[in-house]
């Protein structure tokens, strides 16, 4: 059975023109691209969507960088999508993550780290829902 992520191209990462080169790389990993697009998103719509990270530290400056210019937003799919997009993805902080991986070949720092996927179904159902319509995703 396929399954589905939620995935974002962040601010950095569009700005400095690697929307393409990561897209090819999702292609490449064999996933489908359901629904797909760009959008710049305010801090309050940041808020809602990184709520479980109210508590945190990060949490101002996390929503003003995602807030701060154009990302892409995208539901995926796959079999074992969750698992194989966060592997493709590498480790959050980009000096922890594998040679070849996302974040490994384009983010700058755990902050800006260049791509989000979902971590779980329940966060993945979440997610898809808060930036998606049903009619986007059929
Ligand atoms: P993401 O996978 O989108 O989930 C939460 C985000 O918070 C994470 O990627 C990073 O962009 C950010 N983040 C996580 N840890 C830190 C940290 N220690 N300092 C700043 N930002 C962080």
């Known amino acids: 059975?396929?399954?589905?992520?939620?995935?974002?191209?962040?601010?950095?990462?569009?700005?400095k023109?690697?929307?393409?080169?990561?897209?090819?790389?999702?292609?490449?990993?064999g996933f489908q691209i359901v629904a797909i697009k760009k959008q710049t998103i305010s801090k309050a719509e940041a808020e809602g969507f990184y709520a479980v990270h109210?508590?945190?530290?990060?949490?101002?400056e996390l929503t003003e960088y995602?807030?701060?210019?154009?990302?892409?937003?995208?539901?995926l799919e796959k079999e074992n999508a969750i698992?194989?997009?966060r592997k493709l993805m590498g480790a959050t902080n980009p000096a922890n993550a594998e040679a070849g991986t996302i974040r490994k070949r384009f983010a700058e720092s755990i902050q800006e780290n260049a791509i989000h996927?979902?971590?779980?179904?329940e966060t993945a159902a979440y997610e898809i829902g808060y930036w998606f319509a049903g009619y986007e995703l059929i």
Do not use: H, N, W
């Open 1 to 15: 059975m396929p399954q589905r992520t939620f995935s974002i191209l962040k601010p950095d990462a569009v700005r």
């Open 17 to 29: 023109g690697y929307t393409g080169a990561i897209l090819a790389a999702i292609d490449a990993a």
């Open 54 to 60: 109210k508590s945190k530290p990060f949490f101002g």
């Open 66 to 75: 995602m807030s701060s210019g154009p990302l892409v937003l995208m539901v």
């Open 83 to 85: 698992a194989d997009l």
């Open 117 to 121: 996927g979902s971590d779980a179904e």
